[in-house]
């Protein structure tokens, strides 16, 4: 078994939970997004993101809104919706009781 590959299953896991934690603070288009999470050493290319974005629009918990830009085209800024803040805390309870979980299991 690949230690790696298990590392990669586990960030693809947290990957939608940390994006909605972005937006929760404020609304971002996808390169902020993207820097963001660069800077948190959670590396992810346009290829992942933007399907994924698609996805949480689609599913109801994100909506966007387009804004000029002073160096190029508009952009399309992110934030979530009310049933996005919603799932956003179901997923922060879900992260509390694993944390909780693994850290027991590692002192105990």
């Known amino acids: ?32 997004i993207i820097l963001k999470l660069k800077e948190a050493k959670l590396i992810v290319v346009e290829g ?13 918990l994100l909506s966007y809104e387009w804004v000029e830009s002073t160096q ?3 952009r399309k800024y992110y934030r979530l919706t009310p049933p996005g803040e919603d799932f956003l805390n179901g997923l922060d309870m879900a ?11 590692k002192n105990n």
């Open 95 to 105: 992260w509390k009781e694993l944390t909780e979980t693994v850290n027991h299991l």
């Open 1 to 32: 078994m690949n230690v790696d590959n298990v590392r990669s299953q586990m960030r693809k896991g947290m990957l939608e939970y940390c994006i909605l934690l972005l937006l929760h603070k404020e609304p971002s288009y996808a390169s902020d």
């Open 72 to 74: 190029g085209p508009p």
């Open 48 to 60: 992942t993101l933007y399907p994924l974005l698609t996805r949480l629009k689609n599913d109801g």
